[in-house]
Every structure is written in C-alpha cells, then in structure tokens.
C-alpha cells in the first residue's frame, strides 16, 4: 500500500507534531479540528514551530513553505474518505474517542487504516465502536514528535495481520520512526513508566525533598534528561498526566498510579503547564521557558 495522503483528527500539541512530521516527510495532510478558530490557532502553532527551526539554522524559508504547503484544512471527517490514513489526536477522552471513531467507521472505506494516538486509553475498545475492528491499531507517537523517533505501535485484540503490517511499514519507511510492537496494556510501555516517574517527583516535591528546579535538574543532568519530570510534566499537561495516572489507577489498581494529590490541586486550580502558561515553572506563548 502507497501512503499519500494521512487525514489528522485533533490539532492539539500531539496533531501539531504529526501533521508538521507527515508533511516534513513530504506526504500530504488533512487536519481537522472542531472550529475554524481552534484550526487557524494549531497552523498558527506549526508556523511558530517551523520559524524557531529557521531560528537555528536547522531549516530555510523555503523548506518552511513546502512544509505549510502539505498541510490543508478540512472542514468536516467527511473529507477523511479521500485519505490513506486517519489518525486520531484528540484529548484522552474515551467517550469522545469512540465517537470519532463510530463516525469514521461510516465515512472511510474499510481498506483505510484508523490509528488512535492515545497513550493509556484502550484501543480494543475504541475499535469495538467500528464494524471493521481489524483496521483499527494504536499508533503513540512521543512529545515533541519531530525529535523523538519512535512510534509505539499498539495491536488491539481484533487488529489483523495485514493492518499491523502495513502500519509498521508505514512506520518504517514513510516516516523513517523506529516502530515498536506493543501489546494492549494501560499504558503501553513509554506511558506506563514516564507518568510513575513523574508521579514519584511529584510526591518528593510535595514532601519538600528538594525544589523543582533541583529535582528536574537532578534528573537532567544526572541521567541525561532533555527535561526534568516536572517539566515533562507541564509540557505533556498537568491534566493529561493527571487523567493517564487515574486510568491506569483503575485498571491496575496499584497505588504507585494514583495520582499525588499536588498533581489534582494544581489542575483543580487552572495551572496545566505550557497550555496555560503556568504549571510547576512559568511559560511564555510560544511554550519557552521563562
């Protein structure tokens, strides 16, 4: 199968990354979003994206072009029929997940392979929603996607042979992204262990072990982390974190997943991270530290 066209669902941080990857790969992109304006703001996000790039010398203004020019807007999941590919970035929201893929089931042919990138939520159930549960596979790309080269490719119980396949292939040499195999387990295996990770920074920040600061910095310069846990923590979203903690809370019930209760006060309060400026250290609108 020949992959030209992949259809983007969600243009949040996660389907910022993957259309600006797909496109940087030189395949064409569909991406969607709930409202014009939420769509505007993401292209808008790819933009900032790309110039900090010229920013290093690590692109020119014309590759940023031909990037852009990958990228087309859709206007409903109806233009998704045209595409070899749908992936699905929208918030970790099982419920809303399972009525995007209910409607796809509807408008892609069954040859057109439906990835969820979910990071804990189940793609078993997600593809029962689907009358061709076969074509349905996980598909968790890691933030920020353009750097970080592996895509955790998740089978669900019903995922076929040809599909897995195929999306490996697509994995492999459409996007040059190491590809491993994963059996559906909450969490998979990067999920699983980077939330108990920043669960366990979180309990020694809340215990008064050490700052935030000498606690990422520990970790960064210690074991050669791009980010502290806590850092991590505000770019993936104190309530993303949050809500992947207590899904796989429930489905282990191990206590090491229960979210710290640091963690609950501050989404309670407003303070996500990058998405909102503020988290366990400050950000300006372009997500740089300040």
């Known amino acids: 199968m020949v992959f030209k066209t992949i259809g983007v669902v969600g243009g949040g941080t996660m389907g910022q990354g993957i259309s600006e990857m797909l496109a940087a790969r030189g395949l064409e992109v569909l991406l969607l979003e709930k409202t ?86 189940s793609v078993t159930e997600i593809a029962a929603i689907t009358t061709h549960p076969q074509r349905v596979i996980g598909l968790h790309f890691l933030h920020p996607v353009a750097k970080v080269n592996l895509v955790e490719i998740i089978r669900a119980m019903k995922t076929s042979d040809e599909t897995f396949e195929q999306t490996r292939r697509f994995v492999d040499e459409f996007i040059h992204k190491k590809g491993i195999s994963v059996n559906e387990s909450p969490g998979f295996i990067t999920s699983r262990l980077i939330c108990t990770l920043i669960n366990e920074a979180l309990h020694t920040l809340s215990e008064g072990v050490a700052t935030a600061e000498d606690i990422d910095t520990a970790m960064r310069i210690g074991y050669d982390f791009k980010y502290g846990p806590l850092e991590m923590c505000d770019r993936f979203g104190l309530d993303a974190v949050h809500d992947a903690l207590e899904g796989m809370f429930r489905d282990y019930g191990d206590i090491k997943y229960r979210p710290s209760f640091l963690l609950k006060k501050m989404v309670r309060t407003g303070h996500l991270g990058v998405k909102t400026g503020e988290g366990f250290f400050l950000y300006d609108k372009d997500g740089d530290r300040l």
């Open 36 to 121: 014009v304006e939420k769509l505007d703001r993401a292209l808008e996000q790819i933009q900032v994206s790309l110039d900090k790039q010229i920013e290093r010398w690590a692109l020119t203004e014309a590759e940023k072009k031909l990037i852009l020019a990958k990228i087309k807007k859709a206007d409903s999941l109806q233009d998704m029929a045209e595409c070899d590919m749908v992936i699905e970035t929208i918030t970790e929201d099982l419920n809303a997940k399972k009525h995007v893929f209910f409607q796809l089931n509807q408008i892609c042919n069954p040859s057109i392979i439906l990835a969820t990138n979910t990071s804990t939520l």
